[in-house]
């Protein structure tokens, strides 16, 4: 079971990037996809998540209208959209799946599979 973010890079304030998570090993059926991210000298925190179906997106307050979640469940692959990015976007971000009812979705220990980080460098 893996997965495996990529696509961070560095991006000067008010760019866009694009996050990948590829997914192998298992179909991850009925399983929540979510992003998080961990800024220098912080805990990890929720960024946004979605639905095996789609049919819900969930997002942090601080990247609402910001940052847009997909997938595309055909391909195993999870995304994260981001734009309008700030200094305070800088962190490293984590794809992450898991099974929770609703109320945990914002909840690290939910998810029990997560990839390795990639490094998202905003300046200003």
């Known amino acids: 079971v893996q997965l495996q973010a990529s696509g961070g890079g560095l991006v000067q304030a008010g760019g866009s990037l694009t996050l990948s998570c590829a997914r192998s090993?298992?179909?991850?059926?009925?399983?929540?996809l979510g992003w998080f991210r961990r800024a220098p000298g912080k805990e990890r925190e929720f960024v946004a998540a979605?639905?095996?179906?789609?049919?819900?997106?969930f997002y942090a307050d601080s990247v609402k209208g910001r940052f847009t979640i997909s997938k595309d469940n055909a391909r195993k692959m999870l995304y994260l959209q981001m734009k309008d990015l700030n200094p305070e976007d800088t962190a490293a971000y984590y794809c992450?799946?898991?099974?929770?009812?609703?109320?945990?979705?914002?909840?690290?220990?939910?998810?029990?599979?997560w990839g390795q980080g990639t490094q998202v460098t905003v300046s200003s």
């Open positions: 979605i639905t095996w179906s789609a049919s819900g997106t």
């Open positions: 992450a799946a898991g099974t929770m009812a609703l109320s945990g979705i914002r909840m690290e220990g939910m998810y029990g599979y």
């Open positions: 090993g298992r179909t991850f059926s009925s399983y929540t």
